[in-house]
């Protein structure tokens, strides 16, 4: 019964081929955020959606888009992957902007860049 | 400075101990504070999310917030192995979206 689901678990990609990392939700909730985890490091927010609105963070390099098609569904697109990329991606979601902010998180994506 | 700054470890304690994991932040407008344990190479799981200064217990776990020093700790009992993992602190402001987390601390309990 996994509420935040991302697929693949693994990717592997070419040095400059885009590549989409998707996310999926049963829970409802009104914000999808994505966070970029490099090895040792913290979990990096690179942008969230609430609801429709995109809120990008100020120093996510443009090579880094996202589309959320509906309430469900959440993509990651890196245009033009460079070995600085590779890392876990992971997907989040939460009820609202208000108190009941819990993040919840997917396994991961973990890409590889070569 | 770092906004959250965490212990990275690792800490290796026996089994049946008490855990003590702490983080300092420096923005005082951050309201929400949370605990969260990783699995090798998995998600982050959700173990505990308390508001403003104070304790909060669940089972083995306990939280406790010091707004006034800027210190957060979570406090495991009777460490079990399955509790090997690394833990990461996160904090929100009140207004915001944006979860901060600390780097995480990786714990390891040994039989």
């Known amino acids: 019964d996994a509420m935040v689901i991302q697929n693949p678990r693994y990717q592997v990609t070419q040095f400059g081929k885009p590549v989409t990392l998707s996310c999926s939700q049963t829970?409802?909730?009104?914000?999808m955020y994505w966070y970029q985890q490099k090895s040792s490091q913290a979990p990096k927010l690179l942008f969230h959606y609430y609801d429709k609105d995109f809120n990008n963070e100020a120093d996510t390099p443009d090579n880094f888009q996202s589309r959320r098609p509906n309430t469900s569904f959440c993509f990651l697109d890196i245009r033009s992957p460079g070995l600085g990329d590779a890392a876990m991606y992971l997907c989040?979601?939460?009820?609202?902007?208000?108190?009941?902010?819990?993040?919840?998180f997917g396994q991961g994506t973990r890409l590889t860049v070569v | 400075q770092k906004e959250v700054e965490q212990d990275p470890g690792p800490l290796s304690v026996p089994e049946g101990a008490i855990v003590s994991l702490n983080c300092t932040y420096s923005?005082?407008?951050?309201?929400?504070f949370m605990w969260y344990r990783q699995y090798s190479r998995k998600g982050p799981e959700l173990l505990m999310y308390t508001y403003s200064s104070g304790n909060k217990e669940d089972g083995r776990f306990t939280a406790q917030v010091d707004k006034s020093s800027k210190y957060i700790s979570l406090f495991i009992r009777d460490s079990q192995p399955s509790d090997s993992a690394t833990y990461l602190c996160?904090?929100?402001?009140?207004?915001?979206?944006?979860?901060?987390f600390g780097t995480g601390t990786q714990l390891k309990v040994e039989l």
């Open positions: 829970l409802n909730h009104n914000v």
């Open positions: 923005n005082s407008a951050f309201q929400y």
């Open positions: 996160a904090m929100k402001t009140g207004g915001g979206n944006k979860l901060t």
């Open positions: 989040a979601t939460s009820r609202d902007r208000g108190r009941n902010t819990e993040a919840f």
